[in-house]
């Protein structure tokens, strides 16, 4: 049995003039090295939920442990400068270069420069982008999946534990958005940590998840290994998100 | 006019030289204070909106009113044309700054923020960089502003070229009415264009 990385704890959220709470009682055990992904509809609360991980968003009530220390004692950017963070709209800094991007978290945690020009390299090179040819060009000079390349390489820049993914392939293409799917399944078992990525597609949630937390409406409707969720849907929401996909598939069938 | 120029070139020289010094004291002012208000309006932005609103209700004040309303307590002269200049200058750099900066692509601010930025970084690092064109948008116009204003701050005893216009307006000599006016769009346009060359040099 692995060590617990990530621990909610009756944890909610809701958000001023919302009428529901946003995220409602949920509480959970991630365990490290495990690559969880968190499926819903849009509005659902799962990116309120990954977002109370980096302290973007505060709990109203319930605690959230790290390694089994309570986030809420520790100081908000000391805590996201060890998480690593990819978002749908990558963020990358368009006024500085892609090396230079990269570099910006061992540069904030004062890392030798020596350090952080091999460190830039090696996750170029991991990232499949050459680090002579790209290292210099700015983020509007690549495509977009070679844009989450280098917003993937900048959120692992710093060596963090854990890593939270927001959507993070949602704005690709479908060609890239597979490769990328099947780099991020490499990456994730090369390096020992700790994945959660949000999603709304529940073939992506499948596919990468080791298990995969589907939320409604604020609550966690089933967290369980992908064959779980497909063959023993515990809940309504969970039979009909299951159901969509099966037609989608029929759909494949018949034009076949 | 030719004849003019020659024999009274000391006085334009003077005007223009007191118009410069007008406008230089007052843009480092309106900078300091622009500066100071931008960065508590990323801190609080609701008190950023109420400043900017303020500072429009002052804009739409004609100068010469506002003079009037400010000599029983400045007096006449240089201090209250700065205060003027400055309290007008704040509607258009604060109100281009705030605009730039939080008009930075919010991906960006989630990102920098979401990967361990401070606020202070955040503005510092990403913001003010990204929003380099609106910032000097605003230094442009509260130099062209200021350049204009600033001759009607003659009729308060502040000098500069306004004192030629006044002049000529009250002697009917169009000699320093032409001068004066050519000499202080020549003014704006110059400062304008170093300006220009300067925001060049600083985007490559």
């Known amino acids: 049995m692995k060590d617990t990385a990530i621990e909610f704890r009756q944890v909610s959220k809701k958000f001023k003039g919302a009428g529901k ?162 780099e991020l399944l490499k990456v994730h078992q090369e390096m020992p940590k700790t994945f959660l990525l949000v999603t709304h597609d529940i073939n992506e949630a499948l596919k990468l998840g080791n298990r995969i937390l589907v939320m409604n409406e604020g609550k966690v409707c089933q967290f369980g290994t992908p064959r779980e969720i497909v063959q023993h849907p515990e809940d309504p929401f969970v039979e009909t998100l299951i159901r969509s996909a099966r037609e989608q598939e029929r759909l494949w069938e018949e034009l076949l | 006019m030719i004849q003019y120029l020659t024999r009274h070139y000391d006085d334009l020289l003077r005007a223009l030289a007191e118009h410069l010094q007008i406008l230089a004291v007052t843009l480092v002012f309106s900078l300091l204070i622009a500066a100071v208000l931008t960065i508590l309006a990323v801190y609080f932005r609701r008190f950023g909106e109420a400043l900017i609103q303020i500072f429009s209700v002052i804009y739409s004040i004609p100068s010469l009113a506002l003079f009037a309303l400010l000599i029983p307590l400045t007096g006449l002269g240089m201090t209250t044309t700065v205060i003027v200049l400055t309290a007008y200058n704040q509607y258009l750099l604060l109100g281009n700054f705030t605009a730039g900066i939080f008009g ?101």
């Not at chain 2, 204003?149 to 000529?168: E, K, P, R, S």
């Open chain 1, 21 to 182: 709470p946003a995220v409602s009682d949920v509480s959970l055990t991630i365990r490290e090295g495990e690559f969880i992904t968190i499926l819903g509809s849009s509005g659902c609360g799962k990116t309120t939920l990954l977002k109370m991980v980096n302290r973007l968003y505060e709990p109203d009530s319930g605690e959230i442990l790290l390694f089994g220390k309570p986030i809420a004692k520790e100081n908000p950017m000391e805590l996201r400068r060890k998480i690593g963070y990819v978002i749908q709209q990558v963020g990358l800094f368009p006024h500085m270069t892609v090396a230079e991007n990269v570099s910006i978290v061992p540069k904030m945690l004062k890392w030798e420069p020596g350090k952080i020009k091999e460190r830039v390299e090696a996750l170029l090179t991991m990232a499949g982008l050459d680090p002579e040819q790209y290292g210099k060009r700015y983020p509007r000079q690549l495509s977009g999946g070679q844009q989450q390349r280098v917003g993937l390489a900048r959120a692992l820049a710093a060596d963090p534990k854990i890593l939270l993914l927001d959507e993070p392939f949602g704005a690709l293409d479908a060609i890239t958005r597979s490769v990328l799917q099947d």
């Open chain 2, 104 to 204: 930075v692509d919010s991906g960006v601010t989630e990102a920098a923020r979401g990967i361990g930025m401070s606020t202070f970084q955040i503005l510092v690092k990403v913001q003010i960089p990204l929003a380099k064109k609106a910032l000097f948008t605003g230094i442009e116009l509260s130099v062209v502003s200021t350049i204009g204003i600033a001759t009607i701050a003659a009729m308060i005893n502040a000098g500069g070229l306004g004192t030629l216009l006044f002049d000529g307006l009250r002697t009917m000599n169009f000699n320093k009415i032409i001068l004066g006016s050519i000499l202080s769009a020549v003014l704006a346009l110059g400062v304008n264009a170093v300006l220009k060359c300067l925001e060049k040099r600083l985007e490559s």
